[in-house]
């Protein structure tokens, strides 16, 4: 068990980090407009999309790399985000926020 609870505390640490890193990224109009329970949200979201798109399943280019279309994932998040009662975004707003989560997960490489 205590395996799983440092796990999670782990998670919630990185979580955390990203989210500092999203709003240090976000450009100054976009700060105010998104709450760090929003942006935990989207970060859900855009994990939810990953797994369930079958993107992650797709083969790598000749460097390695997985194409993503950023703009599809921004897209998800509008939509999931209306439908689940939490708000209407615009998806190039949250554009931002999925450049932002993937140039961190860039910077760990």
Known sequence: MANL????????QEDK???????????QELKD???DEQ?????????EYYAESGILDSPPD???YIEVDQERVANFLAKTAKKEGLGDFNPE???????AEWDFNLQDE
């Open 17 to 27: 980090e990203i989210i500092s890193f999203i709003r240090q990224q976000l450009p």
């Open 33 to 35: 407009r998104f709450s």
């Open 39 to 47: 942006l935990y949200y989207f970060l859900d979201v855009i994990e």
């Open 93 to 99: 707003d949250l554009l931002f926020v999925v450049e």
């Open 62 to 64: 000749k460097d390695g």
């Open 5 to 12: 609870d440092n796990e999670l505390f782990l998670d919630a």
